[in-house]
């Protein structure tokens, strides 16, 4: 065999083989995100659902719930939001200035609860600490879900 074809057979494993182990890798993280989706959402009739980069949001526009999962690393964090506690949700993000740019560090969906003494609900969208520091659209995601979550608890469709 030609030590061209060999070098040429290490070099495509070189650059194949980390792409297929990654793959892999975020195929299980989507499947761990999805079976605990299901699980979530047994009873629930979910009108619409999103997910992105090891997040899920889901809405249940009959009994009125957010649902939201994120999975960090292999532990998944989830949360229900019962939307008919809450007046309002809006977008949050903080970015941090730089010499030539901003970078922005965080985008969340925050939930204003109608009680005075109750507690504000945080849907994180974004972070750059855990996500790398590109942007993929979360903040539209965000805009878009805050629309969503909104029309529900005004009753709009």
Request: hydrophobic share 40%; aromatic share 8%; charged share 20%.
């Amino acid at each position: 065999m030609n030590s061209t074809y060999v070098i040429g057979l290490i070099l495509l494993a070189a650059i194949v083989l980390p792409i297929a182990l990654l793959n892999h890798k975020k195929g299980k993280k989507n499947a761990i995100i999805k079976a605990q989706f299901t699980e979530m959402t047994k009873s629930a009739t979910i009108a619409n659902h999103e997910f992105w980069n090891g997040y899920l949001i889901a809405i249940d526009e009959i009994e009125k719930k957010c649902f939201y999962i994120h999975q960090e690393d292999a532990s998944c964090k989830s949360q229900i939001i019962d939307l008919t506690q809450f007046s309002s949700c809006r977008v949050v993000s903080s970015s941090t200035l730089g010499i030539s740019s901003s970078t922005t560090e965080m985008i969340a969906l925050v939930f204003t609860p109608k009680a005075t003494n109750a507690e504000s609900k945080t849907l994180q969208f974004f972070n750059a600490d855990t996500d790398g520091f590109t942007l993929n659209g979360e903040l539209q995601t965000a805009e878009r879900w805050k629309k969503i979550c909104n029309d529900c608890m005004n009753n709009k469709k």
